[in-house]
């Protein structure tokens, strides 16, 4: 058995090597001893489990350089998914619940955050799990945080993938909800409870079924469409048609999900061949490399690619 040391003289071992922190850390190398004592940690094992513990190891050490920062979804990140942010440092976009650093951990995502100060109107178009409706959702609350807008608006198509919302029980809101809670589940990791309750009492943030979006004058907002590969096109172009003064308006979608009826063209896609080269708006194009879910999420989006192809 061989053994790594590491002193650690410039990281905070209470908060480093935190019990969620440890516990993480030793559930990813299972193959690996770990024993940790003020600022020195110790890793006990064969020569190519530590040869991997090192590399890992060294890359959560750049990031807690860099951030001040370190919490088992991290972990989960540079160890388990192996995200390597194609060689660059992911961009801080806000601090979240508890100082939690929100991130645009790829090149697509970086891109993603970039482009809305030079464009009001930006598409994020890629299959699921690549940060889409998350990077989106947090661009927005920065925006609000930093009095850039007055409001957000997050809506979606309330298109049932394969089930039936009528046979749904409650009422519209309860019926609705399933649909938005994607959505609820990216600002709670942002904003803290008792204030996202209040933003969305007084309708500092609002989130509602695209349909509610007709005829209304949409300033000062940052307003989010989800889920846009299932509008039809008369949808996609009457909420394009809502943007008002000082607004930013995103569209996300997954050309490769629709669950419109068969002879339903997508709005996303007719969208996008209409409105590419157009100044002020931005198409940015996210792929498997960014998908930041569990690792079996890109074998699983490679496969039915695979699929495609041969059935073309």
């Known amino acids: 058995m061989s053994d790594l040391q590491f ?11 935190s019990r969620d922190n440890l516990n993480s850390l030793k559930s990813s190398f299972p193959k690996i001893k770990l024993v940790q ?8 094992g064969d ?11 060294r890359s959560l050490l750049n990031y807690y350089s860099e951030f001040n920062s370190m919490d088992p979804n991290v972990i989960n990140d540079i160890v388990v998914k192996d995200i390597k942010f194609n060689g660059e440092k992911p961009s801080l976009i806000l601090h979240g619940i508890s ?17 809305i100060e030079t464009n009001d109107l930006i598409f994020a178009v890629g299959p699921a799990g690549t940060g889409k409706t998350y990077t989106g959702v947090a661009m927005a609350v920065k ?33 609705l909800d399933p649909y938005m809670q994607p959505l609820y589940d990216a600002l709670t990791d942002m904003i803290p409870r008792n204030k996202l309750e209040k933003f969305l009492e007084d309708r500092t943030i609002e989130i509602a079924p695209l349909a509610f979006m007709r005829g209304r004058t949409l300033d000062n907002a940052f307003v989010i469409l989800d889920e846009a590969q299932n509008t039809t096109p008369a949808q996609m172009k009457m909420f394009l048609t ?16 629709v669950d419109l009826p068969k002879k339903e063209n997508s709005g996303l896609r007719e969208a996008i061949k209409i409105l590419s080269n157009k100044r002020g708006i931005k198409i940015i ?28």
């Open 7 to 17: 002193e650690l003289t410039d990281v905070d071992p209470q908060y480093f090597f």
């Open 37 to 44: 004592r003020g600022q020195t940690i110790k890793a006990l």
């Open 47 to 57: 020569k190519k489990e530590l040869k991997k513990f090192d590399k890992k190891f």
């Open 99 to 115: 100082g939690k650093p929100i991130l645009a951990k790829t090149v697509n995502q970086k891109k993603l955050n970039d482009s």
């Open 143 to 175: 925006a609000l945080k930093e009095k850039e807008i007055k409001k957000i608006i997050l809506t979606r198509p309330a298109v049932e993938a394969g089930e039936n919302l009528g046979y749904l029980p409650g009422d519209l809101k309860e019926k």
């Open 242 to 257: 809502r943007m008002g003064m000082n607004a930013k308006f995103m569209v996300t979608g997954d050309p490769g999900q």
């Open 285 to 312: 194009y996210l792929d498997d490399k960014d998908v930041i879910r569990h690792p079996i999420v890109k074998k699983v989006i490679d496969a039915y690619n695979n699929v495609e192809k041969d059935n073309l």
